[in-house]
């Protein structure tokens, strides 16, 4: 058994933040570092509107949610940013942990199926037991090239994945397909003439606008082969199986979560039905059993559940396609 695979679900879902506050202190020296090198990364401008604004909104959606899964690789804007989320909304930690595990075994689904290539886009930090790891495990000739638009990501995965030559971190935006598919890692890691996994997992509710978000996965679709494999989470407000009261629970934790990345970071969220999110695997056989809460998604015998049989706790939606 692969035991980073399930690492992540572990931890108690009620674990006091303050438990993952006093490592991440601990690494203020490689933070350092981290911003240091993430300031040497050539795409972001110095003077650019984007990195003005980020100078204002210091918080990044990649380091909050790496301290949402127990991380170490956040800042304390981000702490203070993820924290208040956590004090009205505790699921967001175990739904976090819940989605990359998820992303871990579609990831493994893949690579059994034979999948050798994965362009993870909204990658966020590959912390252990990340897709590389996955993939390489099944096969270790696997290629994986990672992708966000946080620089203090980027800079992060190229100091995890020093070494390997099969896998390495580049900065893009989802939003500019054309820039990606074109970057010379993606060109030297990934042939769209062979079937390759695009992952794109919590990433879309970061893009509010509809039409911008369908086009973004039309040109990734365009550029693959049949046989090529859509890894897809999404952030919902469940609707089919709850009562009126736990639905007005949901808003308000929308509202609160909505506000705070809209208030701290440069990407404001936006969570989206299941019928829109379905829309997004056209072109796509679903995987069995389709689109579901990450929790149900082949879920594995050792799993922690952390949703005690509800699900829909987790509030995201996750499915698996195969390019016709
Ligand atoms: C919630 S994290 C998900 C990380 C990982 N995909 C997972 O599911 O475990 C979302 C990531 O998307 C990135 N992101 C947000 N908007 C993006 C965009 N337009 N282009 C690329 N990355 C983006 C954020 O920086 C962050 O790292």
Redesign the pocket.
């Known amino acids: 058994m692969d035991t980073t695979e399930h690492s992540d679900n572990r931890a108690a879902p009620s674990q006091p933040a303050a438990a993952t506050a006093e490592p991440n202190a601990a690494t203020a020296e490689t933070a350092t570092a981290t911003m240091e090198a993430a300031a040497a990364i050539p795409a972001q401008a110095a003077d650019s509107a984007e990195s003005r604004a980020a100078a204002q909104k210091p918080a ?6 790496d301290y ?2 127990g991380g170490t690789h956040n800042f304390p804007a981000d702490r203070a940013a993820a924290e208040a989320a956590i004090a009205h909304v505790p699921l967001i930690r175990p739904a ?1 942990r819940a ?2 595990a ?2 871990r075994r579609a990831v493994r689904h893949a690579a059994e199926a034979g999948i050798r290539q994965f362009l ?6 590959p912390t252990e037991g ?1 897709v590389h790891e996955i993939a390489q495990d099944v096969a270790p000739e696997a290629r994986v090239v990672y ?4 620089s203090v ?1 980027v800079a992060e995965g190229l100091e995890i994945l020093e070494g390997n030559p099969h896998a390495t971190s580049i900065r ?4 500019d397909t054309a820039a990606i598919l074109a970057h010379p890692s993606v060109a030297e890691l990934i042939d769209f003439d062979q079937p390759v996994a695009i ?5 879309l509710h ?2 509010p606008d509809d039409e911008a978000a369908h086009r ?1 996965v039309s040109e990734l679709v365009a550029a693959t082969c049949a046989g090529s494999r859509l890894i897809l ?1 999404h952030g919902t407000l469940p609707d089919e199986t709850i009562d009126q009261q736990e639905k007005a629970e949901f808003a308000a934790a929308d509202k609160l979560i909505t506000g705070m990345y809209t208030r701290q970071t440069t ?1 404001p969220v936006r969570m989206r039905e299941r019928s829109d999110i379905e829309t997004f695997f056209e072109g796509y056989d679903l995987v069995e059993p389709g689109i579901v809460f990450v929790p149900e998604w082949h879920p594995r015998p050792d799993d922690v559940d952390e949703f005690a049989g509800e699900p829909h706790q987790s509030a995201i939606l996750a499915g698996v396609g195969i390019r016709q």
């Not at 990044?60 to 949610?65: E, F, L, Q, V």
């Not at 993870?120 to 930090?125: K, N, R, V, W, Y």
């Not at 893009?172 to 939003?175: A, E, K, M, T, Y």
């Open positions: 990044t959606a990649a380091r909050i949610y949402y899964i976090a989605n990359r998820f992303l993870d886009i909204g990658s966020g930090i990340n992708v966000d638009i946080d990501a893009g935006n989802l939003l992952i794109l997992c919590a990433v970061f893009v973004a989470s990407t």
